[in-house]
């Protein structure tokens, strides 16, 4: 009984230390669980505040880039709304062996800075910025592209692309003029801007060996020009017409007109062979009046033949004279008188002018009459002298002199008293 009771003791000994143990073990499980749950939750808390970390990290990223753009905004707003001004002045197209001066200009650069020309990629001068636009001399040497570029201290700021095409050869054709008739003359031209270049084969010509008066278009041509571009400026030959000269004497007896009619004109200067000639034609001397070296106009003369369009009549320097027209005198009465021991005479009537142009001013002025000798007779012809014209019209008349007038010298009436014989027969007393 006793072993049974301390068996039972220690069973239950066992089981109490079991319980403990189970107890214990229980225990120590759940402080484990706590441990874990403990640990979990502390993992979740530092999660959850490395997610809060990385939330404000990346806002602050986000307001870093909002915050720079915005700043790169107001700069590029700023830039437009006042931009840099820089730029290269020149022509874009040029031609081999042509220059120009390039001009660099920019507000941002400053005194002392050091201003570089590249072309294709080659420096080719260099000048320090003293405050005004920068020059630089550029040569076109080759046909292409070149690129120009301007280096600031060291940093490239503005390009300008040149294209350059070809040497220009600027011909210009001369022009000729010759007359009618006249040999063709040697056709020439000039050539600018090869610089060494040759253009072979050119020459200038006329098509169609024109001889007929006009103008005729002299061209350019030449069988080889591959090297350059050639702008051609045509001549001109221009035939014009032969001119010529009137030979005739132009003149003719006072009649108040200007007008002189001609049955055909004596010209002179037309090439052998060609047939041209004139008809009637009516000149015009400058006014009515007699005189020499007179100006004649000879308008609208129509020549005629095949080779008429060849020509033209010279007008310049044309003269002739007019000649007084010779008038008379009828109708002259002188009176008879006594003898008085003179052969003075007078006049009863100065007569009348015929000849006188209708409308023309002109009558004698006066003249001095005599008898042919003193002594008394019937009959007895008397000699008229200095006889002269007056009027407007006066110098365009000379006045035919030969006058046939008569009178009477009757015996006086103290010879027919004394009945003096002597007297009678024409002698005076001394």
Known sequence: MQKDNKGTEKSGAKSVNSKADTTKSSK???DKDVANVTHSNAGAVAAKKGKGVLKVLGLAVILVVVAVAGLLLVRYLLAQSNPPVASIEGETAMRIGQSQVLTFDSDQLKRGQTVCWYVNGKRVYCQKYDGKPL???YNATRQGVDHVRVDVDGKTYKWLNVAVGKMLASVQVESHVITYGDDLPQLSFTVDGTEGQTLLGCKAYVEGNPTEVGIYPIKFSCDQ??????????GTLEIVPRKLVVSNQFEKTYDGTCQLDLDELDLVGIVPDDDVRSGMATAYFADKNVGEEKQVILPSVELTGEDASNYCIDTSNLCGQILPKSIKVEGIEVASKNYDGTTKATLKSAGRLIGVVDGDVVAIGGCTASFSDCKVGKNKKVCLDNVCLVGRDKDNYVLDCNFNC?????????DLILNKPDVVHGQTDK
């Open 406 to 414: 008569t009178a009477d010298i009757q015996k006086s009436y103290f």
């Open 225 to 234: 020009c591959d090297t350059c571009d050639v702008e051609i400026v045509e």
């Open 28 to 30: 120590s499980a759940s």
């Open 135 to 137: 020059q630089y001399r």
